[in-house]
């Protein structure tokens, strides 16, 4: 393990941190690979380019971090190449950053975002980032928190976060973004029953896609369905209740309702202070995430604990052994 104040900031790392700030997309894409990596002089260059990005970020809120999620099949690509086209002719910066559901084995990602999303990558405005969640909890990359502010270091105004809707990844993404936005397609048959009630719980604003042509009347059922749905839910916040709309990529409907409530979202959050709030708390929950994930990577780094690993884990597995004294055992050898 090499610490920070044991390395200075290397040269190469100094023209990157140039780059960044001068809008610079190539070295943010460079910037991004250096973040990501797991090889530990790498890590600490990371952490210095990082601390500099900070400073310079420091105290500006006129960025907007956008989670969006939904199911396969949901709209979510067709809808954020629709979206991030509004967004660019409004003269704003989008970076795309895609959480993908990675091969938890080989690390790999199975979906390839800019092929997605070719009219959008064309653009001189807009970076678009696949990341492969390496198997990390429910498909959010550890580092996806730092790219944001790579991201608004290099002049992007608004970072939309994209994640498949599964579960625990949206969790992730939710202590990540100032708004999350769920995109629900007009499915027949009981949706609600299907849709994670938590999901749904954790979204500012739900949006129906593709309400156009025949699918308009099962979009205004679902929308209707939904209102009802988040009236009787625990408000997640008290100073918002969400917001309903419908939305077509194909024909542009509610594209504007969308940016409508997603404007009135922030403001509302900043007019009672939530906004700064809610950033700085989101802050304190990613300290305890690399806390606990480089714990973990040392209790299984660590000599003594991998010898004996195995043999505990096939014990708590045959029910031999309990699984709290399986982990006394190995704690104890840890600490």
């Given at each position: ?14 023209k990157?941190?140039?780059?960044l ?69 409004m ?132 929308q ?8 009787l ?7 918002w ?32 202070r939530?906004?700064?709030?809610q ?6 929950v ?7 994930d480089?714990l ?31 982990a ?6 840890f600490?």
């Amino acid at each position: 393990w090499i610490h920070v104040h044991m390395v200075r900031m290397s040269q190469a790392t100094r023209k990157l941190l140039a780059g960044l700030l001068q809008g610079n997309r190539a070295c943010l894409a460079k910037a991004i690979t250096l973040v990501e990596s797991k090889h530990p002089l790498h890590r600490v260059q990371s952490q210095w380019l990082l601390t500099e990005v900070l400073a310079h970020c420091r105290g500006r809120n006129n960025t907007y971090r956008i989670g969006l999620s939904g199911a396969p099949g949901a709209g979510k690509s067709t809808f954020i190449e629709h979206f991030g086209q509004k967004l660019i002719k409004m003269d704003h910066k989008v970076a795309v950053l895609a959480v993908d559901p990675s091969s938890t084995r080989s690390g790999g990602s199975i979906l390839g975002d800019k092929t997605r999303m070719q009219k959008l990558a064309q653009s001189e405005n807009v970076f678009i980032r696949p990341s492969p969640s390496k198997g990390a909890l429910g498909g959010v990359t550890r580092s996806t928190n730092e790219v944001i502010l790579l991201c608004e270091a290099t002049g992007y105004d608004i970072i939309l976060v994209e994640t498949v809707g599964v579960g625990q990844s949206e969790v992730g993404v939710s202590n990540m973004v100032d708004v999350f936005v769920l995109l629900v397609p007009p499915a027949a048959g009981d949706e609600l029953q299907g849709m994670k009630k938590g999901i749904v719980e954790l979204a500012d604003v739900v949006a129906i896609t593709k309400a156009d042509g025949d699918l308009l009347p099962a979009a205004r059922r679902i929308q209707a369905e939904y209102t009802s749905a988040v009236k009787l839910m625990r408000p997640k916040r008290e100073v918002w209740a969400p917001k309903v709309v419908q939305v077509s990529s194909i024909t542009n409907h509610g594209m504007d309702d969308v940016w409508a409530v997603l404007e009135e979202f922030k403001e509302c959050m900043i007019d009672t202070r939530v906004f700064d709030q809610q950033r700085r708390d989101q802050r304190a929950v990613w300290l305890w995430s690399h806390i606990e994930d480089r714990l973990l990577r040392r209790f299984k780094e660590d000599t003594l604990v991998s010898q004996k690993l195995s043999d505990i884990e096939k014990k708590v597995v045959e029910g031999l052994v309990t699984p709290f004294v399986g982990a006394d055992n190995l704690l104890k050898d840890f600490f």
